[in-house]
């Protein structure tokens, strides 16, 4: 990327000043803002400290601001411009822009290359180019720098206040969707440092920024949610770089029918491709692909989690050791292990020797290490056994089972396991099966201490797996980079 590429994207993701056209303050039919109203209020609304100049030739002040006719009648620099106008009136906006010497654009209107309408996006995009303008969408619902509090978007994901920020880049071409995935990531405490929404990728695709966001500190994990990949090349070229700069890249495409396809196409005017070649890519450079959606978010507050305690390029987890206190769920989590090429491993006879020592004399010690229900008979013997199974040296992660658990003992796995997984040194993984309405003290002490939580025993074990296949990557890229 050209170093007039490279200062435009820094501007776009962190501007000292920022113009919306199409700013408004009123309200739809239905009582929802209008998107000019939204753009306001989320950028104003999350904390913005640059300036900010709402244009609109209708208005004369918009929140307090006085109001400008164009882009060009600001006074002083804009780095980047928000449209929320007709796609009609683009042009001429983009024109101000250009005028105005905007180093990016954010189009969040709609009627482009997604509605027939590939001309117009097409002179759109000739005019930002001739102007060194880097375009974001056509279509897109815009995005969000979390530690830099610049909420550039109209989504109503901005009425949740306020963010919450961690290591997870959440990239999707997705508006809608991706602002619901986003909403709900972050009721279940996954940290976002970036959500950016692609739309209909006229200039800057995901490769581009994946491959910009690679530098920056705060992004740790990527999440991607595709429906196409316009520029394969440079998209292996990017995600090349985030595996040899250590940070995961976990993705769900859609498009796997012909039926998901079209309906990708009608979306944003992409070509979703094979779905089949795109796995034997994820497969070739160290994607972790995900096949439910659902799994996408969790699996990436996970390894951003875990990468808080422990340098996961150089953790495995092909061994697992399991503990629970219920020897129905322990046969599941082994089956699902096997399913997956993971190994629960015979513990050695003297640590079975060991645990006999922590558990009641009926518990099984083999692993998968059931402790039995009475295990709460004892202050510590639940602990010791865990410490003990995490410390031997065949077992590379642990998957703790929790079933029917109220309070207070919820409170007591909340506790004790949040200990454990600050301590172990290695991986920790807990599959909640009980009510969680039972455990509304203990499951968030977990999420407090950044345990990474699953509903189901195969989520957990998938996690386990793509820890695993995440490690073995980057052992390999180790011994290329040795080697040459």
């Not at 099966?433 to 989520?459: D, I, K, Q, T, Y």
Request: some cysteine.
């Amino acid at each position: 990327m050209s170093a007039i590429a490279t200062g435009a994207l820094g501007a776009l993701f962190k501007p000292r000043s920022v113009a919306v056209v199409g700013a408004s303050r009123g309200s739809t039919a239905t009582g929802a803002p209008k998107l000019g109203t939204a753009a306001m209020q989320n950028l104003l609304g999350h904390g913005f400290a640059g300036a900010v100049y709402p244009v609109n030739p209708r208005e004369s002040e918009i929140f307090g601001r006085p109001c400008l006719p164009s882009v060009r009648a600001i006074d002083g620099e804009v780095d980047v411009v928000l449209l929320v106008v007709p796609a009609a009136a683009c042009l001429e906006a983009l024109r101000d822009c250009a005028a105005k010497g905007v180093k990016a654009a954010i189009v969040m209107s709609s009627g482009f290359a997604e509605a027939g309408h590939a001309d117009l996006q097409n002179e759109l995009l000739t005019l930002a180019r001739s102007a060194g303008i880097r375009l974001v969408g056509p279509n897109t619902a815009g995005f969000v720098d979390f530690h830099h509090r610049f909420a550039a978007t109209i989504s109503m994901v901005g009425d949740m206040k306020p963010f919450v920020a961690g290591g997870v880049a959440f990239i999707t071409q997705s508006g809608a969707l991706g602002g619901s995935m986003l909403g709900r990531g972050m009721e279940q405490s996954v940290g976002f440092s970036h959500w950016v929404t692609t739309g209909n990728q006229a200039d800057l695709s995901a490769a581009d920024y994946l491959d910009h966001l690679v530098d920056d500190p705060q992004a740790r994990v990527f999440a991607l949610f595709l429906e196409s990949v316009s520029d394969p090349p440079r998209f292996i070229a990017a995600c090349r770089r985030a595996a040899r700069a250590g940070k995961p890249v976990i993705v769900y495409k859609s498009g796997a029918s012909a039926v998901g396809a079209a309906s990708s196409a009608s979306h944003t005017g992409a070509l979703a491709g094979s779905h089949r070649m795109f796995s034997a890519l994820c497969r070739q450079h160290g994607l972790v692909q995900v096949d439910d959606l659902a799994d996408l978010l969790p699996l990436a507050r996970t390894f951003a989690w875990l990468g808080e305690r422990l340098d996961l390029r150089h953790q495995r987890a092909r061994r697992i050791g399991i503990v629970s206190a219920s020897g129905g769920i322990c046969g599941v989590a082994a089956d699902e292990c096997d399913l997956v090429g993971l190994q629960v491993p015979e513990l050695p006879a003297a640590l079975q020797e060991r645990l006999r020592g922590f558990v009641p004399e009926f518990a099984s010690v083999r692993n998968p290490v059931d402790v039995t229900g009475q295990i709460r008979s004892s202050a510590t013997g639940y602990q010791d056994t865990v410490r003990a199974v995490l410390a031997d040296d065949n077992i590379d992660a642990g998957l703790l089972l929790v079933t029917m658990a109220a309070e207070p003992r919820a409170s007591f796995y909340g506790r004790e396991i949040g200990r454990l997984a600050a301590e172990v040194g290695k991986p920790l993984l807990v599959t909640w099966a009980g009510p969680l309405s039972l455990a509304a003290l203990g499951v968030p002490m977990l999420g407090a201490a950044h345990v990474p939580v699953f509903e189901s025993v195969r989520g957990a074990v998938r996690a386990l797996r793509a820890l695993e296949d995440f490690g073995a990557l980057q052992q390999r890229l180790g011994l290329q980079e040795g080697a040459a």
